[in-house]
């Protein structure tokens, strides 16, 4: 997570020069070994016991001119039946999060079904959203699409902690999902949001037809960011019916294990997420993946618009778990140990 002055805290030995065929073969160690070795390496660089709490709320829902394969809120996907809602206005947006603050969220994610931030009255109300936040004494997090330099410095200056804009997939991978968006905007939009000390929430989704060697090439590209992104969502397809990928099977759960320790093992020292998907896990999934390196979940009955865990359950989880809460401030100080390595 990114230092109050904006910069992030990584030890010397955090790499940034994993190639594809050793990511790939940290990802197809026996589940066992694979999981050990990111527990280590976990337990080194994190409270253990610590799982940061994240609410997601979607303030503009819909039409969104973008053609994501998997998302029911692209305007391409006409046969899902989902109601457009304009954008949010901020004090509804503000009690949401004092809400989700009071069940124990510590983080407050707000998603609008944009291609790019526009300047304007929308834009002045993201802004206001942020302020009041970040006045509750949560982390506030946006994803807005594409974004310019001087919008990245409204947000940073409007105290945003984190700008969420994911990679969804591998390079190679990526045409059969997204065609309105190259990935080079994608890594643009990333190295602006960077460029004002605003902390990276990148991550990616599986179960979308792709190899495990895309797995392991998404990686790749995530963990040669120097710093590694901060934050990194892995998410489960949710097959939405209407949308291209509407008839995926959804994936085996340990699929969902392999894929967080090996983001663990590759970024050491990120905020790795349980994101979407982790409805359709059982709570001993669940718990293997906190084993395995995620420290944070989604909590809250939604994500944007899909289904989420039950509220009570989780509550039942964490307490379960004994665990405590988590966010930048359950990190300890950077140990002096080699990152594991493939083989
Ligand atoms: S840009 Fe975001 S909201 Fe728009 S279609 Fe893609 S995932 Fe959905």
Redesign the pocket.
């Known amino acids: 997570m990114t230092a109050a002055d904006g910069t992030s805290r990584q030890d010397s030995t955090t790499r940034h020069d994993w190639t594809t065929d050793e990511i790939l073969a940290l990802h197809e160690l026996p589940l066992l070994e694979l999981v050990g070795r990111a527990n280590a390496v976990h337990r080194r660089h994190h409270d253990p016991n610590a799982v940061q709490r994240a609410s997601l709320l979607s303030i503009k829902t819909g039409g969104?001119p973008?053609?994501?394969a998997?998302?029911p809120?692209?305007a391409f996907h006409r046969e899902v039946e989902l109601s457009r809602d304009r954008l949010m206005d901020p004090d509804s947006v503000v009690a949401l999060a004092a809400t989700a603050k009071a069940a124990g969220a510590e983080r407050f994610c707000m998603?609008a079904?944009?291609?790019q931030v526009r300047d304007g009255r929308e834009f002045d109300a993201v802004l206001a959203m942020v302020r009041g936040v970040r006045a509750l004494g949560m982390e506030a997090c946006v994803?807005l699409?594409m974004l310019q330099p001087h919008q990245a410095r409204r947000l940073a200056e409007a105290g945003l902690t984190a700008y969420n804009h994911n990679l969804d997939t591998s390079p190679e991978y990526y045409p059969s999902i997204?065609t309105t968006?190259t990935y080079e905007d994608r890594l643009k939009t990333l190295a602006t949001v960077r460029a004002e000390g605003i902390a990276l929430c990148c991550g990616g989704i599986i179960g979308m037809g792709e190899t495990a060697r895309d797995r392991a090439s998404m990686l790749q590209v995530l963990a040669g960011f120097a710093p590694h992104p901060e934050s990194v969502p892995i998410n489960a397809l949710v097959p939405v019916p209407g949308t291209p990928l509407g008839k995926r099977r959804r994936i085996d759960p340990l699929e969902l294990v392999r894929m967080v320790a090996t983001a663990r093992l590759t970024m050491p020292r990120s905020i790795v997420r349980l994101s979407a998907g982790r409805a359709n896990l059982n709570r001993e999934a669940q718990i293997l993946c906190f084993v395995a390196g995620a420290n944070s979940m989604f909590y809250g009955e939604t994500l944007l618009i899909t289904p989420n865990a039950d509220t009570g359950e989780d509550a039942a989880l964490l307490q379960a778990l004994g665990a405590r809460p988590g966010g930048d401030g359950a990190r300890p100080a950077p140990p002096a140990h080699a990152e594991a390595r493939a083989g």
């Open positions: 969104c973008e053609d994501c998997y998302c809120q692209s998603g079904a944009w291609r994803t699409g997204i968006r």
